[in-house]
């Protein structure tokens, strides 16, 4: 058994790592919020904002698990985990997991989707084409203007979270019984992924932050608390993240377990992204409560993700369920 | 048209860099494209497309047998590639490259310009083109910013401190490229798939027919005696507002002949 990626995974991530890189830095991310106070900082334009998805379109990234007809590629969720990983790196404020990761393998190609499977409250619902509801025992596409909106004022500025409300007939049914499970466990995984790639964010501005503030004539990460304080972070992630990649796995594979593997994977990510969000702030001391510095963009939105899609506690009792205690 | 672009792959510029005991690089883990060669190859895949016909072919050369920087090239869509690679090319000096570089091209059956970077982003010799021209007595042009091709001539906008020059040669030619002066496409999926099965042409500097006693740390000529860290940035200096604060700061402009 082989447990590492391909090296066309490897590139993948690569190529999508280097675009949001350059394209989607903290000024997008803030773009991407609302004008006034809270987005207040350092903000591009929306056309810049907007150039992120379209990027994302020509590269491919968006058809990596669309069936392989014209543009998509067919591939699995081993394939497109490293890149949800770094969506949620960048905090992309686009629907990613929504569109590539769970409505696109049901043959869904038709824009931005939002869908209300992560809960009531429906992520990047402002901005959709389309929305992915459930209904039934089933799951329909609506096209944007047959629903009715009713924006949701959320943790994170950049979700453009609302309610979303169809008639009972119409839409097109894309999935039933176990492919709307699926579905769901697809979203779960790809959000656990972005929840580790936010942690890693937390991190690695934390990390570089301790070792340019100085006080006492140090740096305040040669301070024991601070240090030990940030190992523990790390640790949680490190626990984190293979149970994604695992989780990956099942899912790929179609495994009888996928389900337990899948909640194990987003109950970690979403303990992990508290604790080191926690300790991220903390160690950023007073400038990490300051809006116009970029890291409440991510602990925001790590907030709002650990939420979605089933919290820790709802995925544990899965779990427990699953095995039986 | 044929168009054949030198690239180098380099460490990763994000990772902090580490020496050898002789002072060079160390060059031993995953290395990727310089950010530097990626306008050459978009400026390449964008004259060709303008031609109608024809292939992008990259010449390299590295110490060791990686392809993971050509990769990426080869993904934005270039057709194939010739690698150096020989241990005997460690600690190599710009002369020497030179002179591999140019006998790889020579490999290259039809090549009617070679684009290359105006400087490597971890050499930074700055001078590996124009010999490159010297070796295979082609004109050269320095510092493009806009080239075009037609009949048998390539014209180059030359970066000027003022402007540019306009300039013409006929070809083949040599021309450098300077970087950011095109938006080099990402790689999308189906290149990086596609990238897999197109032809790396990996050849010893034997098979150039170039004694090896001739290139690397052997054949530079020259050797790094020492290195130093750069100096630590110096604390700025504070000037304490006694109401006149605005003259020195203009006196401090002034000196730096901004104003």
Known sequence: ?325 | MNVVVCVKQIPDPADPGALEEDHTLKRTGKLILDESDSFGVEMALQLVDKAGGGDVTLVSMAPNDETSGLRTALAMGAAKAVLVSDPALAGAGALDTAKVLAAAIGRVEGADLILAATESSDGYTGTVPEQIAGVLDLPSITFAKHVEVADGTVSVQRQTELGYDQCESPLPAVVSVTAGVVEPRYPSFKGIMAAKSKPVDQVTVADLGIDASAVGAAGAGQQIVEVTPAPERQAGEIIEDDGEAHLKIIDFLDGLKVL
């Open chain 1, 1 to 325: 058994m082989r447990f590492a990626f391909t090296e066309d995974q490897l590139f993948f991530r690569d190529a999508v790592r280097d675009l949001l890189d350059k394209e989607c830095g903290p000024d997008v991310v803030r773009g991407a919020w609302p004008a006034g106070p809270a987005g207040a900082g350092a903000r591009s334009p929306a056309a810049r904002v907007e150039a992120v998805w379209s990027r994302l379109a020509d590269m491919g990234a968006l058809a990596v698990a669309l069936p392989a007809v014209g543009d998509g590629l067919g591939l699995g969720p081993l394939d497109w985990v490293l890149l949800a990983e770094e969506t949620g790196y960048a905090a992309l404020p686009h629907p990613f997991v929504e569109t590539a990761c769970v409505a696109a393998p049901l043959g869904v190609a038709a824009g931005r989707v939002a869908t209300d499977l992560a809960g009531a409250v429906v992520p990047f619902a402002a901005g959709a084409d389309t929305f992915l509801l459930r209904r039934g025992g089933e799951l329909v596409t609506v096209a944007a203007a047959e629903a009715q909106v009713s924006p949701v004022a959320a943790v994170d500025g950049a979700l453009a979270a609302a309610r979303v409300q169809a008639g009972t007939t119409g839409g097109r049914v894309v999935a039933a019984n176990e492919d709307v499970e699926r579905a769901f466990d697809r979203g779960v995984l790809g959000t656990a992924a972005q929840l580790v790639g936010l942690s890693q964010r937390m991190l690695d501005l934390t990390v570089a932050y301790v070792r340019e503030r100085r006080q006492f004539g140090v740096p305040v990460g040669s301070f024991q608390a601070v240090k030990h304080r940030l190992a523990d972070a790390l640790v949680h992630l490190s626990f984190a993240r293979p149970a994604v990649h695992r989780a990956a796995w099942s899912i790929t594979h179609d495994r009888p377990e996928r389900g337990r593997d899948t909640s194990m994977a987003k109950a970690m990510a979403s303990d992990a992204a508290r604790e080191v969000g926690a300790a991220a702030l903390q160690c950023h001391g007073a400038i990490g409560y300051t809006v116009e510095y970029d890291l409440h963009l991510y602990l925001k939105r790590s907030w709002a993700l650990a939420a979605a899609w089933g919290d820790a506690g709802w995925h544990r009792d899965r779990v427990g369920h699953a095995i039986g205690v």
